[in-house]
């Protein structure tokens, strides 16, 4: 990552909210895709040496995107975006929860609501990214699985595919 680009992750245990506010050296339209696309979101959303892999998405409100995060040993662990609200190159929230490979949500992990959004600026993209859980402990339990280990190294995949 270009050192020069915004890098903060807040995490507001009164609020129940994880802050994350990270730039991108490309434009909007290509960080816009790289967010909304299967092709793209496979290619850098999960922290190497995982991978993340579609099996169905619908960026639609109403719409959910249904994949895996699949290790090296080839085990699975399936997630799910239930699109809420979609405002083109702007924003997008989504209800984020684990599931089977069904999309059945499994109610021991915790789920969040993500809302995402974009804003062009000179030559760079900033995200910002605001995860909101209902009780302090599903966010406690969520940073100890390593959650801002995992989706920095994630959003550093992002970098190297925007790079080419």
């Known amino acids: ?46 922290p190497k040496p995982y991978q993340a892999k579609t099996k169905s998405m619908d960026f639609n409100e109403g719409g959910f995107w249904l ?17 809420q609200t979609i405002d083109h190159l702007k924003s997008y929230s989504a209800l984020d929860a684990f599931c089977d490979e069904d999309g059945n949500v499994t109610l021991n992990f915790p789920g969040s609501l993500w809302t995402n959004s974009f804003s062009q600026l000179d030559d760079s993209t900033l995200v910002t990214i605001i995860i909101k859980y209902k009780e302090l402990t599903d966010l406690e339990k969520i940073i100890e699985m390593g959650f801002k280990e995992g989706f920095t190294a994630g959003l550093e995949n992002l970098d190297a595919l925007l790079e080419n």
Do not use: H
């Not at 991108?24 to 793209?40: G, K, M, N, S």
């Not at 040993?73 to 239930?82: E, H």
């Open 1 to 46: 990552m270009n050192s020069n680009l915004q890098f903060d992750f807040t995490v507001n245990r009164e609020s129940k909210i994880i802050t994350v506010k990270r730039e991108f050296a490309a434009p909007l339209e290509e960080v816009w895709a790289a967010w909304t696309q299967r092709e793209l979101l496979d290619q850098w959303w999960a």
């Open 67 to 83: 994949y895996a995060m699949v290790g090296p040993d080839n085990s699975a662990q399936w997630c799910r975006a239930d699109y």
